[in-house]
């Protein structure tokens, strides 16, 4: 266990006089104990296999029975999973923390595959508010229009609409990507902490409102700017990354990347992780 | 959290009370309180349909109270004699619940001083008045209404419809969606969302003369729409106008005898989703009300922020 108290190395934001306070308390200790296994464990996980496939139809289910009917396929080792007729159904494949091939074939409602943690999943229609929500790991691909809130809080993974999204995209977006083909809506990256949004078409008013850091690329108009955000110039290492991403989510195959806006977060907060501003990041 | 929903079939009838049940029906879960159907239905197009209240169906935090029947037929009587002596021929009259009724009349004079002269009596009040609008709104969920009101067999063009979950007022049918325009035949509003300026606007709108029966914020599109309608605008212009004059965050669906339109505040804070083809236009707060009248796959999309559009039948 690193012992955070005696750690004499300080990092630069604490050379530079921010959050110089010692870092103690039970909760850090305890959650980062490696001997209490538990911590780790991730419950409602399976070792699943690609191969096995199997088709699940969901018109007749609620989205109580159609989860727990999801998780009981992965528990007998399914790891490619069709789902039938969705029908805006809301909540559907939500806290999946496993690697598995999810495809709807048809359109989701609010909350779809929120809190996920690996999985890859296509969604060949719609999907509602809110999609993606807290996501942690893994691909989502949605062939059509997503709604307002698309991938609200994620911490990771890649999240793809191809379509347009509504309002407050990005909301609270704390780590990952971010790709939309279409025009996105209003309040785009609100309260954004970290990660990218890349958006091919146009955005709405208040970009970046009230971002701390992060990074949206936009192709198309800008309807206004947020407070707090900035333009920043674009740079090669700004163009490769993005041509890697367009390229991982199949879209966008000859936009022209290098006219694209690049808006950061133009003030940074005092408690917040200065060594690492997204400017600096580089291509990962 | 309430729920809206729409259609408008163009240049078709269809039957909009089964589908707009069911698309309520979907929304349930978004507001139980109380239920409103706006049906524009296929009446001969000849005579007012005027749909009133002389009695309220009192739920859960409501300001009004339990009355005896018998005060409800005595109410009915004065705006019978009230009706005569405004020259109103009533041609059919049915009488739907202990205190809701449906007249079917003939009246050519002003609307806006014979709603005044009619809810001038103690607690009458008039849902709606048009030759094709029929408002229906009492407590239960989608189907319970349509059952109580027999609204399964109307056909007509377009309809918008409301599931309420009561949060600034009380649970009774004064409270409820969809409200009138008054004093505009065949006008209906229904809202999602919470308007913060309701009283400036209201009160400034009652110094014009318009009315309100409730203390529901919603109601306050109807009139403020009415009264921009009554100055002359469009029903567009009037809406686009609510963009700014309005405060708060809204989605809501007005209707009109042959046009039916959304509007979305600035902030995009509420739900709407949108499924446009040649001959249907559908519109909830959720996909899944929709999906009920449209099993098929189909193409669907948020509209953006401060979005006004209206479709013709």
């Not at chain 2, 806006?112 to 009458?124: A, G, L, Q």
Request: hydrophobic share 35%; net charge negative.
């Amino acid at each position: 266990m690193a012992n955070i108290k005696t750690n004499e190395n300080k990092t630069k934001a604490q050379s530079m006089g921010l959050h110089s306070e010692v870092l103690t308390g039970k909760t850090q200790q305890k959650f980062f104990n490696p001997d209490e296994a538990e911590n780790f464990y991730y419950w409602g996980t399976y070792d699943v296999d690609f191969n096995k496939r199997i088709d699940l139809d969901v018109n007749d289910l609620d989205c109580k029975e159609a989860n727990k009917k999801i998780d009981e396929l992965m528990s007998q080792g399914y790891g490619t999973i069709v789902i039938k007729n969705p029908q805006g159904k809301h909540s559907l494949g939500v806290g999946v923390l496993n690697k598995l091939n999810l495809i709807f074939e048809g359109s989701l409602g609010y909350f779809g595959v929120g809190s996920i943690d690996g999985p890859t999943v296509r969604i060949n229609g719609r999907v509602g508010w809110s999609c993606a929500e807290n996501m942690m790991a893994g691909k989502v691909v949605i062939e059509k229009n997503a709604g307002s809130c698309f991938g609200a809080a994620v911490r990771g993974g890649d999240l793809i609409c191809k379509g347009s999204v509504g309002a407050r995209t990005g909301i609270d977006q704390k780590g990952g990507t971010i790709i939309v083909g279409g025009d996105a809506g209003a309040f785009t990256g609100f309260m954004m902490q970290r990660g990218r949004i890349i958006i091919l078409g146009n955005v709405g008013i208040n970009l970046g409102d009230s971002m701390y850091d992060g990074t949206i690329y936009v192709g198309g108009k800008i309807g206004s700017f947020g407070s707090d955000a900035i333009e920043s110039p674009m740079t090669k290492s700004d163009v490769d990354w993005i041509k890697r991403k367009l390229k991982v989510a199949e879209i966008g195959e000859d936009f022209d990347i290098s006219k694209m806006t690049k808006v950061v977060a133009g003030k940074k907060l005092w408690n917040y992780d200065a060594l690492e501003p997204t400017e600096k990041k580089g291509a990962i | 959290m309430c729920g809206i929903a729409g259609l408008i079939h163009r240049g078709k009838s269809s039957n909009v009370g089964n589908e707009l049940q069911a698309m309520l029906q979907a929304l349930k879960h978004r507001g139980p309180d109380s239920t409103g159907y706006a049906l524009y239905a296929d009446n001969d197009g000849q005579n007012f349909i005027m749909r009133f209240k002389v009695g309220e169906n009192v739920g859960e935090g409501s300001s009004s109270i339990n009355e005896d029947e018998s005060v409800y037929d005595k109410r009915k009587e004065l705006v019978d004699q009230m009706l005569k002596s405004l020259g109103a021929k009533v041609l059919k009259e049915e009488k739907l619940t202990p205190y809701s009724y449906r007249y079917e009349m003939q009246y050519d004079e002003d609307l806006m001083d014979f709603s005044k002269k009619i809810e001038s009596i103690e607690s009458v009040e008039i849902l709606s008045i048009g030759k094709s609008l029929e408002l229906i709104k009492d407590l239960g969920d989608a189907q319970e209404v349509l059952d109580r009101y027999d609204l399964g067999k109307v056909r007509g063009t377009h309809a918008i419809g409301h599931a309420r979950m009561a949060t600034e007022s009380g649970v009774d049918i004064k409270s409820a969606h969809p409200f009138w325009g008054y004093p505009f035949s065949d006008v209906s509003v229904v809202h999602n969302g919470q308007l913060t300026n309701y009283w400036n606007n209201r009160r400034m709108l009652e110094n014009k003369g318009m009315r309100f029966m409730s203390e529901c914020d919603s109601e306050l599109i109807a009139v403020y729409l009415a009264e921009k309608m009554r100055n002359g605008a469009t029903l567009e212009e009037g809406m686009k106008d609510s963009l700014s004059g309005l405060d708060g965050v809204f989605t809501y669906f007005v209707a009109t005898k042959d046009s039916l339109g959304m509007a979305k505040d600035t902030m995009a804070a509420k739900p709407l989703v949108l499924y446009e083809s040649d001959d249907l236009v559908a519109m909830g707060s959720e996909e899944i009300a929709i999906r009920s009248i449209l099993p098929h796959e189909i193409d669907t999309y948020d509209p953006f922020d401060g979005e006004v559009k209206v479709w013709q039948i």
